[in-house]
Nanobody, 125 residues
Framework: QVQPVESGGGSVESGGSLRLSCEVSGTETSRECTGWFREAPGKEREGVAT???????NYADSVKGRFTISQDNAKNTLYLQMNSLNAEDTAMYYCGFRPSWYPLCPLDAFRYNYWGQGTQVTVSS
């Protein structure tokens, strides 16, 4: 079973930055869409940012202008650069991917079927 592995979470002060990484080794499973999703306490898993293999990105309104998703396909690694963090960004962040293609990778978590274990991001105000 292919499983992403996230890293880079931690605790930061409001206004700070973090960069999350997600790695999936091997080439057995295609990753047409990959993305970052988050779960805050008592909330559903929500899409933060997605990217297709062609590099086309899709961002949640709440993070536009603050977060940047990128990928290094040669290294099977996905990144999320998070700037200007605030307390509302506190959540468990998950990397997910799906093998099937979309013209624009969606932000709907239920459309993704491979998940990592998550990495905690805590922002203090």
């Amino acid at each position: 079973q292919v499983q992403p592995v996230e890293s880079g979470g931690g605790s930061v002060e409001s206004g700070g930055s973090l960069r999350l990484s997600c790695e999936v080794s091997g080439t057995e499973t295609s990753r047409e869409c990959t993305g970052w999703f988050r779960e805050a306490p008592g909330k559903e898993r929500e899409g933060v940012a997605t990217i297709g293999r062609d590099g086309k990105t899709n961002y949640a309104d709440s993070v536009k202008g603050r977060f940047t998703i990128s990928q290094d396909n040669a290294k099977n690694t996905l990144y999320l650069q998070m700037n200007s963090l605030n307390a509302e960004d506190t959540a468990m962040y998950y990397c997910g991917f799906r093998p099937s293609w979309y013209p624009l990778c969606p932000l709907d978590a239920f459309r993704y079927n491979y998940w990592g274990q998550g990495t905690q991001v805590t922002v203090s105000s």
